[in-house]
C-alpha cells in the first residue's frame, strides 16, 4: 500500500506502541503501589521512598516508549541505535535524580530502590506478556508486510 500524496509505502498495521504501553503500566503500577504500601508498614519515609522510586521507573520508561514509537518505522540499525542512546539517557537522568536528592531527610535509599525495581519487574513482565499477545511477524520482509 502506498501514500497517494508522497508516493511512499505506508504501514497499515494497529500501532503497537500504545498496546505494549497499557500491558506494561498496569502491571507496573500494580507491583510498585505493592511495594509502596509494603514499605508504609515499615515507616512513612520509606513508603514514600518506595512510591517515588516506582513512578521514576514508570517515568522513565514511559518516556522511552514515547521515542519508540517515533521510532518504529525507521531503519532497523538506526532504530536499534537510537533505543540504545534513549536507555542511556534515561539511565543518566535516574542517576542524576538519585544524586540531586542523595542529601534528602525523606528518601530511604533501598525503599527507592525496592519502588524502582518493582515497577521495573512489573514493566518487563507486562512488556513481554503484552508483546505475546500481539503476534506481530517481526522477521517477515519490510515490503510484504506493506
Same mark, same amino acid.
Given at each position: 500500500?502506498?501514500?497517494?500524496?508522497?508516493?511512499?509505502?505506508?504501514? /497499515?498495521?494497529? %500501532? @503497537?506502541?500504545?498496546?505494549?504501553? #497499557? $500491558?506494561?503500566?498496569?502491571?507496573? &503500577? !500494580?507491583? +510498585?503501589?505493592?511495594?509502596?504500601?509494603?514499605?508504609?508498614?515499615?515507616?512513612?519515609?520509606?513508603?514514600v521512598s518506595?512510591?517515588?522510586?516506582?513512578?521514576?521507573?514508570?517515568v522513565a520508561?514511559?518516556?522511552?516508549?514515547?521515542?519508540?514509537?517515533?521510532? /518504529?518505522?525507521? %531503519? @532497523?540499525w538506526l532504530?536499534?541505535? #537510537? $533505543?540504545?542512546?534513549?536507555?542511556? &539517557? !534515561?539511565? +543518566?537522568?535516574?542517576?542524576?535524580?538519585?544524586?540531586?536528592?542523595?542529601?534528602?531527610?525523606?528518601?530511604?535509599?533501598?525503599?527507592?530502590?525496592?519502588?524502582?525495581?518493582?515497577?521495573?519487574?512489573?514493566?518487563?513482565?507486562?512488556?513481554?506478556?503484552?508483546?505475546?499477545?500481539?503476534?506481530?511477524?517481526?522477521?517477515?520482509?519490510?515490503?510484504?508486510?506493506?
Open positions: 500500500m502506498s501514500d497517494v500524496k508522497s508516493g511512499r509505502k505506508v504501514s /497499515r498495521a494497529a %500501532e @503497537p506502541v500504545t498496546a505494549l504501553w #497499557l $500491558a506494561a503500566l498496569v502491571p507496573a &503500577l !500494580v507491583l +510498585g503501589g505493592l511495594t509502596g504500601a509494603g514499605a508504609f508498614v515499615v515507616g512513612r519515609d520509606e513508603g518506595a512510591l517515588f522510586g516506582a513512578g521514576l521507573a514508570l520508561l514511559t518516556f522511552t516508549t514515547m521515542l519508540h514509537s517515533q521510532l /518504529r518505522m525507521t %531503519e @532497523p532504530g536499534m541505535g #537510537l $533505543a540504545f542512546m534513549t536507555y542511556s &539517557l !534515561v539511565i +543518566g537522568l535516574m542517576w542524576a535524580a538519585f544524586l540531586l536528592l542523595d542529601e534528602t531527610a525523606w528518601l530511604v535509599g533501598p525503599a527507592a530502590a525496592a519502588g524502582l525495581g518493582a515497577g521495573l519487574v512489573g514493566w518487563i513482565g507486562g512488556h513481554m506478556r503484552g508483546a505475546l499477545k500481539l503476534r506481530q511477524p517481526l522477521y517477515d520482509d519490510r515490503d510484504a508486510r506493506d
